[in-house]
């Protein structure tokens, strides 16, 4: 089992940037393909970003796409979410999340093991 710890979140002006950081522990994360994905309030949870196990494959939502990138450091059992050119409507809360399935999945459904969620507020 992994255990998914999630960090970085805070209010931020339009146009600013933050980095997420999902820091795993109990089994390396080289086993999982590794997503983001955030929940604004009254809102489902929706998909935000995905990477492959070496990280050789992403996969982004089209609001977010140029704008934010996932990588991961395998050696460091830690995934990152760069974001650029916060809007308002980026306001949730993040979720990191690890999936055993080789493929890079959308699904939040797919995913096994999920974190607590960091914050985002951007304000305008």
């Known amino acids: 089992q992994v255990q998914l710890v999630e960090s970085g979140g805070r209010s931020v002006q339009a146009g600013g940037s933050l980095r997420l950081s999902c820091a795993a522990s109990g089994r390396t994360i080289s086993s999982y393909a590794m997503g983001w994905f955030r929940q604004a309030p009254g809102k489902e949870r929706e998909f935000v970003a995905a990477v492959s196990r070496s990280g050789g494959i992403t996969s982004y939502a089209d609001s977010v796409k140029g704008r934010f990138t996932i990588s991961r450091d395998n050696l460091k059992n830690t995934v990152y979410l760069q974001m650029n050119s916060l809007k308002p409507e980026d306001t949730a809360v993040y979720y990191c999340?690890?999936?055993?399935?080789?493929?890079?999945?959308?699904?939040?459904?797919?995913?096994?093991?999920w974190g607590q969620g960091t914050q985002v507020t951007v304000s305008s």
């Open positions: 999340a690890a999936d055993l399935a080789v493929r890079v999945s959308t699904s939040a459904s797919t995913y096994d093991y």
